[in-house]
């Protein structure tokens, strides 16, 4: 394929970046270079500027740019050509013999993959090879426009879930990007410098998106988003963006459809009820905020004002103490209407048990004014009345039993490859993310690791919450971890 300006590129050590600048360049004897931007700054030599003459400009500052050499950049394909060399014949070393597999019928192929493949384009009459698709995966490649990418996805007439992560797409603002992907149920752009605008362009180009994951982001201010958002969006990944107001979230109570959000490791500090109103939040069902530096019980208090919530993931922040038990009976018996906290149901006796333990301590502290936000009238009236024949004396303390930190307890792991079976493992709750990679690799043999998603829910239910995970620093216990959750490894097999 053809290289010009603004296409994305791998060189041949596997770095990757955009064509900024093609042309000979004075004092070198070769006729053409590449002038690169590259994505990581420890493979850019300088911003452009060679022997005192500026050959292109570089779009964050530091040193990212460099030349090369056409030889030095691998091959790119087109998305036609990525499937038939993945599906048509694909061969494979099996006890040090060569064997042909069976093709796939192609035109009766739905789900397909092309991940890591390096296509950088799709080209008219790509759909017609595989005219039966609904789910493509694109991840981890060149792809460099949105506009020019989605005009040619708009011929797959039966396509309803696109994955794009890992690709640093540029995203037009522009009326012809808007509305061109009308079929299309399911969206996954994690992990691609996506900045707030870019979002906002997103949802006008998806008018029927019921799911959209846009993961590990920058994206700081969703109140276009809200504004654009579909009438059918159910769920809203934004785990891991720059999000550090409330009063952004709140915007999107304009989503009378959202059932599932997940704003976990964002910059939230507090939650405020100040833009509350009756008749808001009437789907939202399901919420994460784990790992916000959340710094007060108020913000817990603030979540009883969503009619519908049910189901609450808030571990890893700044509320409550180092114990497990003092933030689980904090904040059920702060919320009445929780079932399932991190991941664990409810049970009768759980609520029971926080719900006389949260009154303890606000009855034992009612008369000391060092402890604001520890309650709140409503909810502490109800509680009154529900424990009546309790004193403060009689009632259990969230410090009452000593109970073993939950780091030191072991937690089920359930990891598998992409297309593999499932394998648990018992592990101790403070292991990171760089140990789980590595006992990854031992137990399925990788070579290497390329990403590891931490999936709950059936893969085909939209309800199903996918996230990338990037920060080796996350803990099993900070993620956290439900029975039923699983580590999806993307790998290359040891040989």
Known sequence: MDIKLGDRIESVDGFRGWVRYVGEVAGRREREWY??????????????????????????????????????????????????????????????????????????????????MKVAAIRPGDESIIPSVTDLDLSNNLLSSWGSLATNLAAFERLSSLTLSKNFLLIEQR?????????????????????????????????RLETCVLHGNKISDVTKLANNAPKSLRVLDLSDNEIDSWEYVSTLKTATNLENLNLSGNRLRSISTRMYEEGDWQSLSTLSLSRNPLETWEAVEALAFLPRLVSLRISGTGIGSSTNDDLRHGVIGRLEKLTILNGSDITVDDRLEAEKAYLGEVLRSENSPSNP?????????????????????????????????IADQLIQVNMRLKDGPTVTKHLPGNTDLKRLRLVCQKVFRLKKIEGLIYTEGDAG??????????????????????????FVIEAERAT
């Open 35 to 116: 002038g690169i931007e590259w994505d990581e700054e420890k493979r850019g030599k300088h911003d452009g500027i060679y022997d005192g003459y500026r050959y292109f400009e570089c779009r964050r500052e530091g040193s990212f740019g460099s030349f090369v050499k056409p030889k030095m950049i691998s091959g790119r394909q087109t998305l036609g050509d990525a499937v038939m060399e993945k599906y048509s014949l694909r061969k494979e070393n099996i006890t040090g013999s060569l064997v042909v597999s069976k093709p796939v019928e192609l035109d009766q192929l739905t789900l397909c993959s092309v991940s890591g």
């Open 175 to 207: 009326p012809a990007v808007a509305t061109i992907l009308p079929s299309l149920k399911t969206l996954i752009i994690s992990s691609a410098s996506l900045e707030s605008e870019d979002a906002d362009a997103l949802m006008q180009s998806c008018p």
């Open 373 to 405: 936000g520890l309650s709140y009238d409503g909810r502490i009236g109800q509680l009154k009345k529900k424990y009546s024949m309790f004193s403060a004396e009689s009632l259990p303390s969230t410090e009452a039993k000593t109970v073993s930190k």
């Open 461 to 486: 239910d939209p309800a199903s919450t996918w996230t990338y995970l990037t920060d080796a620093s996350v803990t099993l216990t900070s993620l956290p971890v439900a029975p039923d959750g699983v």
